[in-house]
């Protein structure tokens, strides 16, 4: 059990620009989950995968987002066209199934110039 | 609207003594709860899980409580330790059509003082 990894750990990038952030859950993990955190908030669903299908994204995935999940193995998260709101830590997790505790990566600390 | 309350002022306690941190819902009916621990600069990290029918939890030196009455879990950590100081996250399972979807309080730091 290698835990969740995610990458870059930090990306700093210019309002405007496009961002991909990958996640590798535990290996034998069907789910995974997106959420975002800003300081001093808790963690904000975005979307979740069972293998490769998306099942539901959160009212706050805006058109510029958008994640996959090929081959139900990794997933990415692109921003598209970054905007200052969009600065957060972006966090993945993954589940064996649904009911079970979530284990976390450290998340993408995405900074907006 | 539906609501999770944590308290957000920090809470301070001394080494040795118990901390007890509180989850307050409105609107939900949970299938289960879940308590998380965050240290800064990372992700958070599964603690306990409490299902709606059960009314107490145990680990080693951690305890919750779930009272779907009160619409309230305790979270205690007894002889407490400088190692416990994190932000406590808890989390609920809006019951969401069978599939899993956890929606987060915004967490209490925990500080505990030598």
């Known amino acids: 059990d290698t835990g969740v990894s995610q990458n870059p750990r930090h990306k700093i990038t210019k309002r405007g620009q496009n961002v991909t952030f990958r996640c590798d859950p535990i290996?034998?993990?069907?789910?995974l989950y997106w959420y975002r955190q800003t300081l001093g908030q808790g963690p904000e669903f975005l979307t979740y995968?069972?293998?490769?299908?998306?099942?539901?994204k959160s009212r706050l995935l805006s058109d510029r987002f958008s994640a996959e999940r090929p081959k139900g193995s990794f997933s990415t998260l692109e921003i598209q066209r970054t905007e200052q709101g969009d600065s957060a830590m972006y966090l993945c997790a993954s589940s064996l199934s649904g009911f079970e505790p979530q284990h976390f990566g450290d998340g993408t600390r995405l900074s907006i110039l | 609207s539906q609501k999770i309350e944590q308290n957000s002022e920090a809470l301070n306690i001394q080494e040795g003594k118990t901390a007890t941190l509180t989850c307050n819902y409105t609107n939900y009916s949970p299938a289960y709860l879940q308590w998380y621990r965050q240290d800064p600069g990372r992700g958070p990290v599964f603690l306990l899980l409490?299902?709606?029918?059960?009314k107490e939890k145990r680990k080693e030196r951690l305890k919750v409580t779930f009272d779907t009455t009160l619409k309230q879990s305790l979270f205690h950590i007894t002889a407490s330790q400088p190692a416990d100081s994190a932000t406590y996250l808890c989390a609920l399972d809006p019951h969401s059509g069978g599939y899993q979807k956890v929606t987060f309080g915004t967490g209490t730091k925990l500080q505990v003082i030598p």
């Open positions: 995968f069972q293998n490769e299908a998306q099942l539901e």
């Open positions: 290996s034998e993990h069907n789910r």
């Open positions: 409490i299902r709606e029918n059960e």
